[in-house]
């Protein structure tokens, strides 16, 4: 007999074994047992259970406490905010952006801050596994190999202090789509690898006195001085403009460049160009020029904000092979703030100037702006709206 058959024949004797006599229930069992195949225990079991279907087991271990709704929503709001961070990240991150959270949406009863506090990376990861998305996009490079003043520009070396602020890597993104024929815009991103604090800047066609325009910039919004300066081969850096502005500022700064065709030399940077460009304007062409004045504006103010204030980042600080593996170890997840607020080498009065700033910034507040200067400026190239 088929499982079905089994089940159809139990159905049909189940009623009238209930309300039988001892006798008859024993004639009945043993018709049972020998028709379908089974124990005598067995059966027994079959013809007095409450329904017909299996009786479900209970899992094992703790009940699961973070199944509300409310949790799991504003769970969900301060991850998309954060721009999807891994649970790691998150897990440090919500302290700062959860006081925030009620001002810009709705007041959390007591018991759901604390889950929101209290919860693991591991349970994060459960809680978050039906929403993660997984984005793949097409990558573009424009970098050329600038042959001019290479022998000048020293290769860096490992010889640099990187315990301390004011090394920095520097690169440049091209906005560029599927072509890079013709003007478009460039984004210049410089990030400290020591803290992770890290600065972009839109430039036209990236040229040498404008990339040269913009570092001058953002030297004035970062929160310490220049120690050192590596770039990769390319004619945006590699050039007089550059050499005599570091080597006349009278700061003492290193000018160094990484070697041709080694991209990990810059990999510090080079991860910023997908979190802090990419991330942002995705791979699409932009080539108004009058974009260049709004991504600066959205790239000085919410954007640096948002990302070195509010968005914490880990470091390695152990890397060990065993056989063919590799095996990494990192450290605490912290923001670039917060690395700069440890360090040593940025003075008090920039320390307090920080923290002022801190005082006055909403995260959700900020990621709506980027929002909406992201859309104006999609708006504008006629692309599809953020």
């Known amino acids: 007999m088929s499982k079905n058959e089994k089940q159809s024949y139990l159905s049909a004797i189940k009623e009238r074994y209930l309300k039988s006599s001892k006798q008859e229930k024993s004639i009945i069992l043993k018709e049972f ?20 279907k ?25 991850w998309k905010n954060t721009d999807y961070l891994c649970s790691k990240r ?81 690169d440049t993104v091209a906005h560029c789509g599927n072509s890079l024929s013709g003007d478009f815009i460039w984004s210049l991103t410089i990030t400290d690898i020591h803290s992770g604090w890290t600065e972009n800047r839109a430039v036209w066609n990236k040229g040498a ?4 325009e913009q570092i001058k910039d953002i030297e004035k919004y970062l929160p310490f001085s ?38 990990n030399d810059n990999a ?41 204030f509010f968005r914490p980042s880990q470091k390695l600080i152990e890397k060990t092979k065993i056989n063919s593996k590799y095996y990494k170890k990192y450290d605490k997840p912290k923001t670039p703030l917060l690395r700069v607020m440890e360090s040593k080498e940025v003075s008090e009065e920039k320390k307090e100037e920080l923290k002022e700033i801190f005082k006055t910034q909403n995260p959700f507040e900020l990621k709506k702006a980027i929002e909406d200067k992201l859309n104006k400026i999609l708006t504008m190239t006629k692309l599809p709206l953020f």
């Open 268 to 308: 510090h940077v080079e991860q910023k160009n997908w979190t802090q460009v990419r991330q942002l304007f995705g791979y699409d062409r932009l080539d108004e020029q009058s974009l260049v004045e709004i991504m600066n504006s959205l790239y000085s103010k919410e954007w640096s904000i948002y990302n070195n």
């Open 209 to 212: 006195i404008g990339v040269l």
């Open 226 to 263: 220049l120690k050192g300066f590596d770039c990769d081969n390319g004619s945006e850096f590699l050039n007089y403009h550059l050499l005599r502005y570091f080597t006349e500022n009278g700061k003492g700064t290193a000018f160094t460049r990484s070697r041709p065709y080694k991209k």
């Open 54 to 78: 299996t009786k479900k087991q209970n899992k094992s271990g703790a009940k699961p406490k973070y199944n509300s709704e409310l949790f799991i929503s504003s769970l969900k709001t301060i």
């Open 90 to 170: 998150l897990k440090e991150v919500i302290p700062l952006w959860l006081p925030h959270y009620e001002s810009f949406f709705e007041i959390l009863p007591y018991n759901i801050k604390e889950q929101l506090l209290n919860i693991s990376p591991a349970s994060i990861d459960r809680v978050l596994k039906p929403a993660r998305a997984v984005l793949k996009k097409v990558k573009s490079a424009g970098t050329k190999p600038g042959t001019l003043l290479k022998n000048q520009i020293p290769i860096k070396t490992d010889n640099w202090d990187v315990t301390s602020c004011g090394f920095v890597e520097a």
């Open 33 to 52: 047992c020998a028709v379908c195949g089974y124990n005598k225990k067995y059966a027994i079991r079959l013809l007095n259970a409450k329904n017909n």
